[in-house]
């Protein structure tokens, strides 16, 4: 009700303030009381209810949802929903993997989700700052280049070839010769002879057949008589989704760092890399560098540039180096978006002696020993069979396992190719040889130095006197020891020039030992002329010089001459050919 008598609303307002003021004394609780106090009750005091209350409510975050064009290192990121809470920035987690920003491992995420995402604080990337634009709705963000994934720049897989339908095919290959000669005092000496392949093709694979005739004129002056000889007959079958291949009937086998390779009839399957274009078995060298924004790299090898590449902001890799071997100098130069410009320069080292890591070259054969290719068509000895199998075990580490097994031999050895300091390669293998009631041994070592302008190798070979290997005629003996070394050097104006030693130390005749050297300088824009000397100090006395002269002409044409003294004898030689081109028949 409303009360319109001012002074009654004033009685009744002191009255109600009073009634709040006074305690009210609280009615006695009935009890019984103990035996000695019962005739005096005792009056309990005044009595306070506290009512409980109810906890503060929590302060709510004020979020801010930001749709904004993000620019990562001076590198446009597009538009993502930013959050911001109480100052903080947070970004959605398929954000961090867009930019390729690694996050640290204890990164915790908050309590907010937007379309199944959820969202993550971006201090918590170190090297982190923010600049926000609002008048372009963009974000600026700024971080470590090291919290980028890392970039690598790869050689391109070459994509194979895509294969026609195989149309059965024949083809006929030859290259015939006539010659004649003047002698002094004898008869003229005239001769007429030719290779030829025969080969036929169809889904099933190729087979090819190879022939030589010789002193087809007939001509009774030459020591040898008018024939005909079949030299190999080869089927074979490529498989390239596996880079393998089949050979049935006449080949060679693959030989090792110790062995030789031999002529033989049978079967042969192995690896072969050549069937896919562009494959590269050796390693390439991996050139790293950190970029703090979106960036070119300009890279130089042996101040040639060779490439030109673009990075994103971060660590990156370089792997498509061009494929070179040998050591030399690599300079990168870094530009960035913003000017920046930053030189790495490094040293690098290959061979093609060297198998990618992981990568295994392999081969087996059997059959039976080729003799006398070339003078007899069919001449065939012991049966056999062999394996080579290599292993990239590391980038700078290869290894290599070779044997040979027949009924009267057996032979098995290993070895090694290896990057040592001062950007060398080292290779070293021993093998073990038993059969006929002998067992042998032999070992090789070596080293060699490839740079932009000079070269080195030396390589020594020792074997005891009883070890044998395929295709090593049964009554002769092995080289005791072998030594070989050569140096050449390029000079920039001046030509090249090169040494050479080889020695032989032999078991059952006479030593050897030579010393060589040469000298090469251009002539014009693409003459060359080139001097030779060797002289043989041992075992056989004897000093032989020559000069080389090489002139190419126009068409495919060259015209050689060249000029040699040795001993009591001198000859000199002048030759023009002419060989065909893409669009010659």
């Not at 494959?279 to 090898?301: C, D, H, K, N, R």
């Not at 130390?505 to 251009?522: F, G, H, K, M, V």
């Amino acid at each position: 009700c409303y009360i319109t008598n001012p002074r009654l609303t004033f009685f009744l307002t002191i009255l109600g303030t009073l009634c709040l003021i006074i305690p009210v004394q609280a009615a006695p609780l009935t009890e019984t009381p103990p035996p000695a106090a019962a005739s005096k009750p005792i009056p309990l005091p005044f009595t306070k209810i506290i009512t409980p209350q109810a906890p503060l409510p929590e302060k709510k975050p004020v979020d801010s949802i930001l749709p904004l064009e993000v620019i990562i290192n001076g590198a446009k990121s597009g538009t993502w929903i930013l959050l911001e809470r109480d100052g903080a920035m947070y970004a959605p987690r398929d954000a961090f993997e867009e930019w390729r920003v690694q996050l640290p491992p204890d990164t915790v995420p908050i309590d907010f989700k937007l379309y199944d995402q959820p969202y993550l604080p971006l201090a918590a990337i170190p090297g982190y700052k923010f600049k926000l634009d609002y008048a372009s709705q963009s974000a600026q963000l700024l971080f470590s280049p090291e919290v980028f994934a890392a970039t690598r720049l790869i050689q391109e897989k070459s994509t194979r070839p895509v294969i026609s339908d195989v149309l059965p095919s024949m083809f006929v290959n030859y290259d015939l010769n006539y010659s004649t000669s003047y002698l002094r005092g004898k008869k003229d000496v005239k001769d007429l002879g030719i290779l030829a392949e025969i080969g036929a093709s169809n889904s099933w694979g190729v087979l090819t057949s190879s022939h030589a005739g010789r002193n087809l004129s007939n001509d009774p002056a030459l020591t040898f008589n008018k024939n005909w000889v079949r030299m190999e007959t080869t089927f074979t079958k490529d498989f390239p989704n596996g880079n393998h291949t089949l050979r049935l009937g006449d080949t060679v086998t693959r030989a090792g760092m110790w062995s030789r390779n031999v002529y033989f009839g049978g079967i042969q399957y192995g690896s072969n890399f050549a069937l896919t274009p562009g494959f590269v078995s050796q390693p390439i060298p991996t050139l790293p560098g950190v970029a703090t924004a979106p960036s070119t790299v300009e890279m130089y090898v042996n101040d040639v540039l060779r490439q030109v590449s673009s990075v994103p902001a971060g660590p990156f890799a370089i792997d498509n180096f061009p494929l070179l071997t040998g050591s030399g100098d690599v300079r990168m130069v870094v530009l960035d978006v913003l000017g920046r410009e930053t030189v790495i320069e490094q040293s690098f080292f290959t061979s093609t002696q060297l198998l990618a890591q992981g990568l295994n070259d392999w081969s087996v054969e059997a059959g039976n020993i080729r003799k006398d290719i070339g003078v007899f068509s069919n001449h065939y000895g012991a049966n056999f069979a062999s394996g080579t199998w290599r292993h990239g075990y590391r980038n700078d580490l290869t290894f290599e396992g070779h044997t040979e097994l027949s009924a009267q031999l057996k032979t098995l050895g290993v070895g090694m190719i290896s990057t040592l300091p001062r950007q060398m390669l080292g290779k070293a293998s021993i093998a073990l040889s038993s059969g006929q009631n002998r067992k042998g041994m032999m070992w090789l070592l070596g080293v060699e130095q490839q740079k932009l302008r000079s070269s080195a190798s030396l390589q020594v070979i020792g074997a005891s006197a009883d070890f044998h290997q395929l295709g090593q005629p049964e009554l002769t003996a092995p080289t005791k020891l072998q030594l070989a070394g050569n140096w050449s050097y390029t000079t920039e104006k001046n030509g090249s020039f090169g040494l050479g030693i080889a020695i032989l130390n032999r078991y059952e005749s006479t030593n050897l030992s030579t010393l060589s050297a040469n000298y090469s300088i251009p002539i014009g824009k693409s003459s060359n002329l080139s001097f030779t000397a060797s002289r043989a100090f041992e075992g056989i006395n004897g000093t032989s010089v020559g000069a080389f002269l090489v002139v190419p002409l126009d068409n495919n044409r060259i015209v050689s001459a060249s000029a040699n003294a040795h001993g009591n004898q001198n000859d000199f030689y002048v030759a023009a050919t002419k060989n065909p081109s893409q669009g010659d028949d």
